[in-house]
């Protein structure tokens, strides 16, 4: 496609529940961001691919945040036993460069 | 390490009239520095970007910021504001570094008046 496809755009959970956020990054793009958007809050930086490679997870909120890129393309976060104040819009955004404009998804708004 | 401060988390003009909304950036590496714009519902659109070429950026919409590295600013104009800009602006940095996080400002939601 031509921008950053996410699935699903909307995702309730019950509280305890895992779920699963897909990000299908723009194709031959290096870079994967993925952030999480609260209501009224600005995006915060959650972690960042370059390839396959995970080189910096330091935003991930707690052990129960997990996200891998296993061949460099498509990336999925997943959060096990959802909580409440897990509750926000995530958002995934890839760049062709290290450093160049960053193309974001519509994100997945995730209710709990 | 970079930051960026967006000084208002809310701006109002009225429809005509000039539209400022003021960023301010921090980092130890010669930055790229980008407006993002969210209207309601919708994804991030970019609305320009610096990369260390000219420093008066034009981008979509008739928006222009203008890097000054003195004042380690990038604020965001507009000559006058139409009702469809009515958004979240997002101020971003990158630094041009190892660290290559794209960091968010808390966002400026500005507001048109009729």
């Known amino acids: 496609g031509a921008g950053v496809s996410q699935s699903p755009r909307y995702k309730v959970a019950k509280r305890g529940q895992d779920v699963a956020l897909r990000c299908d990054p723009i194709s031959g793009h290096v870079s994967l961001f993925w952030y999480q958007q609260a209501l009224g809050q600005g995006p915060e930086f959650l972690t960042y691919f370059q390839n396959e490679a995970q080189l910096d997870k330091s935003g991930l909120p707690s052990d129960r945040f997990f996200a891998e890129r296993p061949e460099g393309s498509v990336s999925t976060l997943k959060i096990q036993r959802t909580q409440q104040e897990d509750s926000a819009v995530y958002l995934c955004?890839?760049?062709?460069?290290?450093?160049?404009?960053?193309?974001f998804g519509q994100g997945t708004r995730l209710t709990v | 390490a970079q930051s960026v401060t967006q000084l208002d988390s809310h701006v109002s003009v009225s429809e005509g009239t000039p539209v400022l909304l003021r960023c301010n950036y921090s980092s130890s590496y010669s930055p790229s520095l980008f407006w993002y714009v969210q209207h309601p519902n919708k994804g991030l659109q970019l609305l320009l970007k610096y990369t260390s070429a000219a420093t008066l950026v034009k981008g979509i919409n008739g928006f222009e910021a203008e890097f000054k590295k003195s004042e380690t600013s990038f604020h965001l104009t507009k000559p006058s504001a139409h009702m469809s800009d009515a958004a979240e602006y997002f101020c971003?940095?990158?630094?041009?570094?190892?660290?290559?996080?794209?960091?968010f400002g808390k966002g400026t939601r500005l507001h048109i008046l009729p």
């Open positions: 971003v940095v990158i630094a041009s570094g190892r660290d290559d996080k794209i960091i």
């Open positions: 955004a890839s760049s062709k460069e290290v450093n160049t404009e960053a193309f």
